[in-house]
């Protein structure tokens, strides 16, 4: 056994392995990094900024005026095409992958083919799954020239977020959304543990809420895609953060689908701190198509995706900086 765990530990690089820099693909400064950061991750805390600020400051006239241009913007038709948003994304994608650094490790970029659909398991979720940034289309990192980021539903009803995170490339998290994007070849990044994996992440290890997250793989299965695991290293740095356990939250935590927790990043502000990020993207798991999969079928899949998982947190820890760390899998 000790012989077998030192093997699943070390990782060999071979003809097909790809690293990808995003320092050394996007030179920067950390001005353009830093408003990247704020465009993306800053937009949350805008509208809760300028509601606050309209409520006390303002009249409650003009409180209302600002209320209702932010409810034009919840419903806002979005142009998935629009030149100024894909510009926009690709400026945050690109600086962002500059700013931490982070860095894309692809073990073998040969089992990619821009024709398939694959399912990509990424974890952990931490504060924010900001390590995506590597994956993005708007990258251009991967192979894959057709990539969907499922994000919570609450994205999509959220004034000026919405604009930017689909041009980034989210789409909402729901069963049919999934399953209509798999079928019209995108690939979709998934990230199982959503909501509680955020509620039950620890200060002193990673932790990847996955044994009872078994609808992403019925789904594979269904359609018949490869599902492929993918974890960050570092992104559990880009914030501190503080947050009250208790059952209750985890009940409202599901309910809003989204954790209320206090984090910060550099000079206590939301942008994240500049710590390295490698992203390691594993070999795929084919499976064979099958519409109406056994409840069997599913559990054997789904234990051979959490097994690679574990494997490949276990073979790149070490050569990313960090062989101290423990994987919980809950």
Known sequence: ??????????????????????????????????????????SMHFNVSLLLFSFLFLPFSKFLLVVGVLLIFVVLPIDHNSKFGLRLARYICQHMSSYFPATLHVEDINDFHPD????????????????????????????????????????FYTPFLRHIW?????????????????EAGYTCIVVPGGVQETFLMRHDSEVAFLKSRR????????????????????????????????????????????????????????????????VVVGKPIYVKRNPQPTTEEVLEV?????????????????????????????
């Open 302 to 330: 789904h234990g051979q995706f959490v097994k690679a998982l574990q494997d490949l947190f276990e073979r790149h820890k070490s050569r990313v900086g960090y062989a101290d760390q423990s994987l919980k899998i809950l």
């Open 116 to 155: 398939r659909a694959y399912v990509l398991g990424y974890a952990p979720h931490s504060v924010l799954p900001i390590g995506v940034v590597t994956l993005a289309e708007r990258t251009g990192f991967m192979p894959l020239p057709k990539l969907k980021c499922l994000t919570s539903s609450p994205v």
């Open 215 to 278: 609808g992403f793989v019925r789904i594979a299965i269904e359609k018949g895609c490869p599902l492929v695991p993918v974890f960050a290293f570092g992104q559990s740095h880009a914030f501190k953060w503080w947050k009250p356990r208790s059952k209750f939250l985890l009940q409202l935590s599901r309910a809003i689908k989204f954790v209320p927790m206090l984090f910060w990043g550099a000079f206590g502000t939301p942008i994240p701190y500049q710590h390295p990020m490698n």
């Open 1 to 42: 056994m000790a012989e077998d765990k030192a093997e699943t530990q070390a990782f060999t690089p071979g003809p097909g392995y790809r690293q990808f820099r995003g320092r050394d693909e996007f030179p920067s400064n950390i001005l353009h990094g830093t408003l990247a950061c704020a465009i993306w991750i800053g």
């Open 166 to 182: 689909t041009w980034l490339g989210a789409s909402p998290a729901t069963r049919k959304n999934f399953c209509s994007l798999l």
